[in-house]
């Protein structure tokens, strides 16, 4: 009994050691991005901005662990607060006094914005959304005086530019030596994540790995290949390829894995391991006219898209016609908080879980600033005072924004707490101003969060099934197209969408989550065979004899799958005989041949289906 006790008195410990032991690193971000915003709110006072606490929310939306991830996510919300300023104006010069039509347009953009940003990779997408919340934001503060569209647009405009400038001056001042630290950790990065892959790769050869030990070597070549742009800002023009080698050198991970699962020849997979190391050195060692250039596009489901950019617009015609229908005097601050949540939830892996700490957290938000709206705001004399009281709830949640299992509730906390307090030049909230306010963000928190988990739900089955007939679909199609496919595009396309899949089911019984990776992963070697096939076939150097039966064997290999099988061990002679030195062919004849012999992964799918 004594060491049960024991054992949840450290379990408690360690529940609150992110703010009672921090690292220094969190300590630092903490400090840091806490300046910055009250620089930020400071600044915007003795401007005498009209709405000063829009500033620091743009510091929290933008401040990351990482300076690259700072620079590529304030570069793109500055993109998307211009387009979305400028569509506030049209929208609500184009329909001043039509709300219905207003609304309709504006659910429409907020919608569009969401869907496409499904179809892009980091801060891209956050760009969209941002372009759609600042459209809403815009339009709808103009409402009860639409001649002011414009002044409200600069105003917004104004206050994010203020708080980007101030995180990026504070990070500036905490980041010495940024070029040499951001080579380091890219260098330093890509070796472990080849040296982890070679071992993976040599434990494979000796005994069998079941889809676990896969999916974790997938997951740590995507969570680095996920670095690369940010390492890549930070690196500036000393380094302009560094991104393309990087990004290369995953492709050969990639390649070399799928090699290894097709129990491919162990030369062929040291000749991608060696690639890899060469892309490495050219990051080290960058030439001085380097024109290597890596293409790679971002692939998602046309589904995911659609089915975010319904939900959103249904939310926010909901959100609309409960403000027509009802008269309430703070509805126009009830729909930009929807517009607003949309935003920064919409693309999240799981929206619906994400809502629900990010409720809590505004929740927690709203206690505090009640407490200072009422306890302390009355005794503070001027803005310095605000920004010291302001100093250790800003602290808190920075540390908060460290840990894993608390971001999303620090994520809400941080960004409103400014705004809900409301500090002015001129005054201050009165009681009922801040609790209407605050009722309409909660309001508009608590409506999102229900819009996310009863429209549309995402459905972790439905999602892998879905999943799984796209890739089916692309891999026969690699068969039948003109051009020979890329087949880093293919791997990194591939092993992004499992790896991703993969984290978001994370719900469902590890039995099912198996056998889906297993499935896709044979996908994904057997699109790496056609692809090797295919240009094979279309090399000058190829027997024409040769060149005449790959092609056979691909056309049988969709139409009539036995004959194919029976065609392989004469198309492997033939390999071996015309294009010794191609020993990566014969394995990717087998990976098809057992990529058809697919009846052996059904079993688990077919219970995930059931």
């Given at each position: 009994?004594?060491?049960?006790?024991?054992?949840?008195?450290?379990?408690?410990?360690?529940?609150?050691?992110?703010?009672?032991?921090?690292?220094?690193?969190?300590?630092?971000?903490?400090?840091?991005?806490?300046?910055?915003?009250?620089?930020?709110?400071?600044?915007?006072?003795?401007?005498?901005?009209?709405?000063?606490?829009?500033?620091?929310?743009?510091?929290?939306?933008?401040?990351?662990?990482?300076?690259?991830?700072?620079?590529?996510?304030?570069?793109?919300?500055?993109?998307?607060?211009?387009?979305?300023?400028?569509?506030?104006?049209?929208?609500?010069?184009?329909?001043?006094?039509?709300?219905?039509?207003?609304?309709?347009?504006?659910?429409?953009?907020?919608?569009?914005?969401?869907?496409?940003?499904?179809?892009?990779?980091?801060?891209?997408?956050?760009?969209?959304?941002?372009?759609?919340?600042?459209?809403?934001?815009?339009?709808?503060?103009?409402?009860?005086?639409?001649?002011?569209?414009?002044?409200?647009?600069?105003?917004?405009?104004?206050?994010?530019?203020?708080?980007?400038?101030?995180?990026?001056?504070?990070?500036?001042?905490?980041?010495?030596?940024?070029?040499?630290?951001?080579?380091?950790?890219?260098?330093?990065?890509?070796?472990?994540?080849?040296?982890?892959?070679?071992?993976?790769?040599?434990?494979?050869?000796?005994?069998?790995?079941?889809?676990?030990?896969?999916?974790?070597?997938?997951?740590?070549i995507m969570t680095a290949s996920a670095r690369i742009e940010f390492d890549a800002l930070e690196l500036g023009r000393e380094s302009p390829r560094a991104a393309d080698h990087a990004h290369a050198a995953i492709a050969d991970l990639l390649a070399a894995t799928a090699r290894a699962c097709a129990n491919g020849d162990r030369a062929t997979i040291e000749t991608r391991l060696g690639s890899a190391l060469s892309h490495v050195d050219a990051i080290a060692h960058p030439a001085r006219r380097d024109g290597f250039r890596f293409p790679r596009r971002s692939i998602r489901q046309a589904?995911?898209?659609?089915?975010?950019?319904?939900?959103?617009?249904?939310?926010?015609?909901?959100?609309?016609?409960?403000?027509?229908?009802?008269?309430?005097?703070?509805?126009?601050?009830?729909?930009?908080?929807?517009?607003?949540v949309y935003g920064l939830l919409a693309t999240r892996e799981t929206p619906s879980s994400a809502s629900g700490d990010f409720s809590k957290g505004a929740i927690l938000c709203a206690f505090v600033a009640a407490f200072y709206v009422v306890l302390v705001m009355p005794l503070l004399t001027s803005p310095e005072m605000l920004a010291f009281a302001l100093l250790v709830p800003m602290v808190v949640g920075g540390l908060a924004a460290r840990t894993p299992r608390l971001v999303n509730y620090a994520f809400s906390f941080n960004m409103f707490l400014p705004v809900l307090i409301g500090?002015?030049?001129?005054?201050?909230?009165?009681?009922?101003?801040?609790?209407?306010?605050?009722?309409?963000?909660?309001?508009?928190?608590?409506?999102?969060?229900?819009?996310?988990?009863?429209?549309?739900?995402?459905?972790?089955?439905?999602?892998?099934?879905?999943?799984?007939?796209?890739?089916?679909?692309?891999?026969?199609?690699?068969?039948?197209?003109?051009?020979?496919?890329?087949?880093?595009?293919?791997?990194?396309?591939?092993?992004?969408?499992?790896?991703?899949?993969?984290?978001?089911?994370?719900?469902?019984?590890?039995?099912?989550?198996?056998?889906?990776?297993?499935?896709?992963?044979?996908?994904?070697?057997?699109?790496?065979?056609?692809?090797?096939?295919?240009?094979?076939?279309?090399?000058?150097?190829?027997?024409?004899?040769?060149?005449?039966?790959?092609?056979?064997?691909?056309?049988?290999?969709?139409?009539?799958?036995?004959?194919?099988?029976?065609?392989?061990?004469?198309?492997?002679?033939?390999?071996?005989?015309?294009?010794?030195?191609?020993?990566?062919?014969?394995?990717?004849?087998?990976?098809?041949?057992?990529?058809?012999?697919?009846?052996?992964?059904?079993?688990?799918?077919?219970?995930?289906?059931?």
């Open positions: 009994m004594a060491d049960v006790g024991k054992s949840g008195e450290l379990g408690g410990a360690r529940k609150w050691e992110w703010l009672l032991a921090p690292s220094a690193s969190d300590v630092g971000f903490a400090i840091r991005t806490s300046c910055a915003a009250i620089l930020s709110l400071l600044i915007a006072m003795k401007l005498e901005l009209g709405s000063p606490q829009w500033a620091p929310l743009s510091v929290w939306v933008v401040a990351t662990a990482s300076r690259g991830e700072s620079l590529s996510k304030a570069r793109w919300r500055l993109l998307g607060t211009l387009v979305g300023c400028c569509l506030g104006v049209v929208l609500i010069a184009a329909f001043p006094q039509e709300a219905l039509l207003f609304f309709m347009a504006l659910a429409v953009w907020i919608a569009l914005c969401c869907g496409l940003a499904t179809f892009f990779d980091g801060y891209r997408s956050y760009g969209l959304l941002v372009a759609g919340f600042t459209a809403a934001i815009v339009a709808v503060d103009a409402i009860p005086d639409p001649d002011q569209a414009f002044s409200i647009a600069i105003a917004r405009g104004t206050y994010i530019e203020l708080g980007i400038l101030c995180e990026a001056l504070l990070a500036a001042l905490c980041s010495p030596n940024l070029h040499q630290r951001a080579r380091h950790s890219l260098l330093s990065r890509m070796h472990a994540v080849i040296s982890t892959t070679r071992h993976a790769l040599d434990q494979r050869r000796t005994s069998l790995t079941d889809a676990s030990v896969d999916g974790v070597l997938l997951a740590d589904t995911d898209g659609a089915r975010n950019a319904a939900r959103v617009m249904a939310g926010m015609v909901a959100a609309a016609l409960i403000w027509i229908v009802t008269a309430w005097p703070n509805g126009v601050t009830f729909i930009f908080n929807v517009a607003l500090p002015a030049n001129q005054g201050r909230y009165d009681e009922s101003a801040f609790l209407n306010n605050t009722a309409a963000f909660l309001g508009a928190v608590v409506f999102a969060g229900l819009m996310f988990r009863n429209i549309l739900v995402f459905s972790p089955d439905d999602h892998l099934r879905r999943t799984l007939a796209w890739a089916e679909k692309n891999m026969r199609g690699l068969a039948i197209r003109r051009r020979p496919p890329n087949a880093s595009r293919w791997l990194l396309s591939n092993a992004d969408s499992l790896v991703r899949s993969v984290r978001r089911t994370a719900t469902l019984p590890a039995a099912h989550r198996n056998a889906y990776f297993k499935r896709h992963m044979t996908i994904m070697v057997a699109g790496f065979g056609v692809i090797e096939l295919r240009e094979a076939e279309t090399d000058r150097h190829t027997p024409s004899a040769l060149a005449r039966r790959i092609r056979a064997f691909l056309r049988f290999w969709l139409a009539d799958p036995r004959r194919a099988a029976s065609m392989a061990p004469r198309l492997v002679r033939c390999i071996e005989a015309d294009l010794p030195h191609r020993r990566d062919l014969p394995a990717a004849v087998r990976a098809l041949v057992f990529e058809d012999a697919k009846e052996n992964a059904r079993p688990g799918l077919q219970a995930m289906e059931s």
